[in-house]
């Protein structure tokens, strides 16, 4: 369960940085944003969706197994963040901190594999 966790709100993470670059300036208070911190949010948001495959690669040893659920996870991330901006586009502005924290605490505090 807290490897679904902290995949899902990493990739949450980064999809709503990767998401302060387009159109959705508005709705996450990144209108007023310089160019340079605009490319931040791209490469920082890009780290997080890359990071998010780490704990699936440590749970599942499986390569296979690893992917299959590493995309179904982002899949997931990103279809509730369209929801929300869809329905609560103010809701993400006060969340995108918080579970970006979420996200990287469950995935230090992700057990051993008991394989």
Do not use: N
Request: glycine share 6%; aromatic share 12%.
């Amino acid at each position: 369960m807290m490897v679904v966790i902290a995949v899902w709100a990493l990739a949450f993470a980064g999809f709503t940085l990767l998401a302060a670059d387009m159109k959705h300036k508005k709705e996450l208070g990144s209108a007023a944003f310089s160019a340079r911190q605009l490319l931040c949010c791209q490469v920082l948001g890009t780290g997080l969706l890359l990071l998010s495959i780490l704990p699936c690669l440590f749970r599942w040893s499986f390569l296979a197994t690893a992917l299959s659920a590493w995309i179904s996870l982002i899949g997931f991330a990103a279809i509730t963040l369209g929801l929300l901006f869809t329905y609560a586009p103010r809701a993400i502005a006060y969340l995108k901190f918080a579970v970006g924290v979420v996200g990287i605490a469950s995935a230090l505090l992700l057990p051993a594999k008991a394989d």
